[in-house]
Structures are given as C-alpha cells and as structure tokens.
C-alpha cells in the first residue's frame, strides 16, 4: 500500500529535543525549507503551533506570514547534455505551453536542435532548478547586447512553493557575480498571474508591453 497523504501538520521546535514543544515558525530550529519541499503542491499544511490566545487569529496570521517568507533552499545548476529529455519533458508539459507565447508542442527533433545550438551559443546560459539534488525547474537567459531576457518554468509538482521567485533571485546574482548582462527583461502572458507575482516579488519594475504581454525590467546594480 502506498500512502499518499493530502494534509500535513507542521509546527517548529528543538532539533535537538525529544521534546514536543510546538513553537511558532522561526522560534525553533527544524529545517522548515526543507520540509516544505517535501511536501507534494495541492497539499494542505495545518498549522500546530501552540496559541497564548485562543481567541485572536493574530498568531496564526504572523505564522502564516513567517511561513511564506521561507526561502527553499535551492541551486541553478548550468545544464549539461544529460538534461536533453528533462528539459523536452518540461517544455511539452500542458500547463507550461498554456503559459508560454507559443503554445505548440516541439517535436524531439526540433528540441534537439534547439538545445545543441543554445549549447554552443555563448549568449546563452540556461540552468537547472535544483532542490537538495532534485530538479525542480529550468531557468534560461538570452543575452541581447546588454539586455537578458528571462524564461522560467518550474515542474508542475513543485509549484507553488517559491522555486520560481528564488530561481529568478539566483540569476539576478550570478549576472551581477560574472557582469553578464546590465539589465534583465522578462514578458509574461497577461492571464499568467502567477509569473507577474514572481516578477513583482523580485522588484521588477512594469513597464508597457504589447497587447496581451506584460513585460518587466530590472537594471543590474553591479558589486
């Protein structure tokens, strides 16, 4: 039997303890990025900490707050030739061609070609998303004179979770550690609210795109 739990229970508190303190989030030292990276996206999380108040919502509001604010903890991985099928598989999957301008599946070949020639093109750097080792999302940069242009997609059972918003955070710094581009630029589909939320997350200013985009750019401060 394989279990496959939809709700989970989580609660901060001492590592280090046998002890079931159930501390608010941040008073305590469980790995909570680490937790919530476990959990599957559409899953519900109830929160166990314990109440002063039983009558206020105002601790379960900052706890949801704190929750919120936790960074996964992730790396951009540049790709290499083994990640040829993942990337085919992410590019082809239904919800990712609904969001992206062109919404026409690529064939195998086509991807190939694709992929070998970004390779070889030094315009071009794309990385993988990973989670303690596991792939969750691609990030890439198109490099355009001194303008990048962003694409992302994160794998549709890891969304929600902040990859997208702390993977565009990631490159914002690898382009001010190599100088790669000075300005990064990222349009979005104007029903794609849940890319603006990451752009906006980010401090990308909006400016005017055309009918049915929204385009975002961010000028590089360099170190």
Known sequence: MTLQPRLYHLTDGDYYSELDSHLHYGQGTFP??????????????????????????????????????????????P??????????????????????????????EDHLEWFEQSLANADVKIYIVKQHQIPVGQIRINRDGYLGFIDYSIDVNYRGM?????????????????????KLIAEVKIDNVASQAVFNSQN???????????????????E
Not at 39 to 49: F, Q, V, Y
Not at 163 to 173: S, T
């Open 162 to 182: 902040g990859f997208g918003r702390n993977a565009v955070r990631l490159l914002e710094k690898k382009m001010i550690e190599t100088k790669f581009v000075k």
């Open 79 to 108: 790709v290499d030739v083994t990640d040829l099928h993942l990337l085919f598989e992410w590019k082809n999957e239904p919800s990712t061609l609904k969001s992206a301008f062109n919404t026409s599946s690529i064939s195998f």
């Open 204 to 222: 990308f200013h909006q400016v005017e795109g055309g009918e049915g985009v929204v385009r975002y750019e961010k000028r590089i401060v360099m």
């Open 32 to 77: 909570l990025d680490r937790l919530l990276g476990i959990i599957p996206s559409g899953a519900k999380i109830t929160n166990e900490a314990k109440r002063s108040d039983g009558s206020s919502l105002k601790e379960f509001l900052e706890d949801s707050k704190r929750l919120r604010n936790v960074n996964p903890v992730i790396n951009l991985v």
